[in-house]
DNA sequence: TGACAATTTTAGACTTAACTTAATATATTA
DNA sequence: TAATATATTAAGTTAAGTCTAAAATTGTCA
């Protein structure tokens, strides 16, 4: 009968917080995911609470917070967002790290399943073409630092 | 002394909602808002003073609602993040255009300035190609199709 | 011109989200 | 087992965004 609806983006950064500290650390507590997020104790459990109750996560009062199947495919979703979309804006766009890795952490929680998988696919165009970096790709990337295209494009012409 | 911050993605939308009435009927009543944005006057209300308290609508008790120049530019860069976002999945990405505007309503609240500029460039340099529609792109939308590669990229070998 | 209709405004309340502090409870370990 | 670290709860705060219902204003037209 419950609606469960999408996660906020708050619980999205909680439950993907606890999947990444849960790659390096075998354990993870309240206090980890508290430290890694910048809040209190207190908030973490308030989260853990919400995403148990959605089955996302386990948690034994007192004990490590460990992810459901279901809790781990959808950090790994989310994860898989924000790194598709910080490799856009870096190999594509060409926008700086920081920069890339800030726009990835925002909008990773907004942007539909429709329109990552278009972004994966045109990733797996360019960084899985048989020969290098495409040449068009080079083309943007100076377009983009000089405001002029490289001979290539007109030469192309008429091809309408 | 006050800090200004950005608006929330309501008071954004609020703001496009004003000025695209605006484009179309010389005068912007608040129900006219009202019925564009499925709400009640009543919440037209509140979003209008907080929008005027930013000194980006002007509003005389029971009058016309009508933009600032600051409210102008700024809701123009919405309306010019929403096109770009529009444009890039429709045009780029080949997400059928009710997906593309459903999209790019709501990245548009969250792309940041640095970001946005990148995606513009990159549908100047696809968009403003001289000779129609680029190769490459091509490429891509049977890509995206058939996740076959035309023949055009095995061609153009090692060039590194 | 005066009353009715439409519109706008206010006041008050509700909901949800996200967080905090302070007090209490449980674990760990020296 | 007492001190320390960690976790939980309870209660409260802030903020955004909305609503309903009542009151105020404006517009219109008979």
């Known amino acids: 009968m419950k609606d469960k609806g999408r996660l906020t983006s708050s619980l999205e950064d909680y439950l993907e917080a606890i ?10 507590r309240v206090r980890d995911v508290a ?9 973490v459990v308030s989260a853990v609470k919400v995403l148990a109750r959605r089955r996302l996560v386990e948690h034994e009062p007192y ?8 809790g781990v495919e959808q950090a790994t979703q ?3 967002r924000h790194t598709i979309l910080a490799r856009f804006f870096r190999d594509i766009l060409g926008l700086d790290p920081n920069s890339a890795e800030r726009t990835a952490c925002i909008l990773e929680h907004h942007i539909s399943e429709k329109a990552l998988t278009r972004l994966t696919k045109f990733l797996e165009f360019v960084e899985e073409c048989p020969d290098a970096t495409p040449y068009w790709l080079k083309g943007l990337h100076h377009y983009m630092k000089t405001g002029k295209r490289s001979v290539i494009c007109p030469l192309r012409g008429k091809q309408r």
Chains 1, 2 share one sequence.
């Open 19 to 28: 999947w990444l500290l849960s790659r390096e650390s075998k354990v993870v």
């Open 63 to 70: 004990g490590y917070i460990s992810l459901t199947d279901k």
């Open 78 to 80: 989310i994860y898989k």
């Open 35 to 43: 430290r890694y997020l910048g809040v209190t104790p207190a908030s």
